[in-house]
């Protein structure tokens, strides 16, 4: 099916000077690629979820939203597609890319959930003695937070910028005809997510907030303590339905907050004049993720060389549809 956008691209660099001058940049992963991605993970966590005895109520009120998204997508596309502007083109763009990133993200937090029903044990020890190994200290970092409003606040506005960023990156990429840089962002995204459930599958963690904290809790960090009492009942086979407006983030390592950096900052450079905005945003994301992630050092790192896997596989495949005729 012919695209309706297609004739306007090369009018982009009419309605934005700053379009990329790169011939290739407008050329992505086809259409039939993305879809074979999206049925293919659709299977993957339908079947992790079947393997966990977990299911997803299609009919709760919670879900609206997420229909609610699936119905205008294609309208505003439609939309744009009538109107036939370069502006309407980006808009387009922009509209896709948020919702496979929303699909994405929503889709490795769900599969989170069997991927921990299904695993053994806490490897919290073993990530506590790399952190000492380091010689870091995260009952000091969380006592300096906890001992200070302003450094809370802070911390959970930088945390909750996960989202933020990548709306940014990826309105920069519509605007500018880089489909190229936007499909590497997004490919790299969820092969990180898929590396990050894997060795979750092998790694479950309660945090250091619940392993290393004794007595009362002065400062409950935005993502709270839900893996003590969570994932055990989700090995029990107490939980039977997932809520998809109630997930609760179970990863402690690798931790995704510090691969998700990795990759915004590395997407970053390639944004032209909103490349240190989006490395401070995020550089203060990472300051903040140990108190409002309950992350380990060690789940820092592994996150970043999870992101740097993801980077290069994607960076792989959007090299070799680049090569083909």
Request: net charge positive; with cysteine.
């Given at each position: 099916m012919t695209d309706p956008f297609r004739s306007a691209?090369?009018?982009?660099?009419?309605a934005f000077p700053i379009a990329s001058?790169?011939?290739?940049?407008?050329?992505?992963?086809?259409?039939?690629q993305v879809r074979g991605a999206i049925v293919a993970s659709l299977a993957g966590c339908a079947l992790l979820l079947w393997a966990a005895g977990l299911v997803v109520d299609p009919f709760a009120r919670s879900n609206i939203p997420y229909?609610?998204?699936?119905?205008?997508v294609p309208l505003i596309r439609f939309a744009c597609a009538r109107i036939g502007r370069p502006w309407s083109r980006a808009v387009a763009d922009a509209?896709?890319?948020?919702?496979?990133?929303?699909?994405?993200?929503?889709?490795?937090?769900?599969?989170?959930?069997?991927?921990?029903?299904?695993?053994?044990?806490?490897?919290?020890?073993?990530?506590?003695?790399?952190?000492?190994?380091?010689?870091?200290?995260?009952?000091?970092?969380?006592?300096?937070?906890?001992?200070?409003?302003?450094?809370?606040?802070?911390?959970?506005?930088?945390y909750q910028s996960i989202f933020l960023t990548p709306a940014l990156l990826l309105g920069w990429f519509a605007c500018t005809g880089q489909r190229r840089e936007a499909h590497r962002f997004l490919a790299a995204f969820w092969i990180a997510a898929m590396i990050t459930l894997t060795l979750f599958s092998q790694m479950p963690?309660?945090?250091?907030?619940?392993?290393?904290?004794?007595?009362?809790?002065?400062?409950?960090?935005?993502?709270?303590?839900?893996?003590?009492?969570?994932?055990?009942?989700?090995?029990?086979?107490?939980?039977?339905?997932v809520d998809l407006g109630q997930l609760r983030g179970l990863?402690?390592?690798?931790?995704?907050?510090?691969?998700?950096?990795?990759?915004?900052?590395?997407?970053?450079?390639?944004?032209?004049?909103?490349?240190?905005?989006?490395?401070?945003?995020?550089?203060?994301?990472?300051?903040?993720?140990?108190?409002?992630g309950t992350h380990y050092l060690i789940d820092m790192i592994l996150g970043a060389g999870v992101a740097i896997v993801g980077l290069r596989c994607a960076s792989a495949l959007i090299a070799r549809r680049r090569a083909l005729p």
């Amino acid at each position: 099916m012919t695209d309706p956008f297609r004739s306007a691209v090369v009018d982009t660099a009419t309605a934005f000077p700053i379009a990329s001058s790169d011939p290739h940049a407008g050329v992505g992963f086809s259409a039939g690629q993305v879809r074979g991605a999206i049925v293919a993970s659709l299977a993957g966590c339908a079947l992790l979820l079947w393997a966990a005895g977990l299911v997803v109520d299609p009919f709760a009120r919670s879900n609206i939203p997420y229909y609610a998204v699936l119905a205008a997508v294609p309208l505003i596309r439609f939309a744009c597609a009538r109107i036939g502007r370069p502006w309407s083109r980006a808009v387009a763009d922009a509209t896709e890319y948020f919702t496979l990133f929303t699909a994405m993200a929503l889709t490795g937090a769900l599969c989170s959930y069997p991927v921990a029903a299904l695993s053994e044990g806490f490897a919290d020890a073993t990530l506590q003695q790399f952190d000492l190994a380091m010689r870091f200290d995260w009952l000091a970092w969380y006592r300096l937070v906890a001992e200070h409003r302003s450094l809370q606040l802070l911390g959970m506005a930088a945390y909750q910028s996960i989202f933020l960023t990548p709306a940014l990156l990826l309105g920069w990429f519509a605007c500018t005809g880089q489909r190229r840089e936007a499909h590497r962002f997004l490919a790299a995204f969820w092969i990180a997510a898929m590396i990050t459930l894997t060795l979750f599958s092998q790694m479950p963690a309660v945090g250091p907030l619940s392993y290393l904290w004794k007595g009362p809790i002065p400062y409950m960090p935005l993502s709270e303590l839900w893996q003590p009492d969570l994932i055990p009942a989700l090995r029990l086979g107490e939980v039977h339905v997932v809520d998809l407006g109630q997930l609760r983030g179970l990863v402690s390592a690798p931790s995704f907050h510090a691969a998700s950096a990795t990759l915004y900052i590395a997407t970053a450079w390639r944004c032209g004049p909103l490349r240190w905005l989006l490395i401070a945003i995020t550089s203060a994301m990472v300051l903040s993720t140990p108190v409002e992630g309950t992350h380990y050092l060690i789940d820092m790192i592994l996150g970043a060389g999870v992101a740097i896997v993801g980077l290069r596989c994607a960076s792989a495949l959007i090299a070799r549809r680049r090569a083909l005729p």
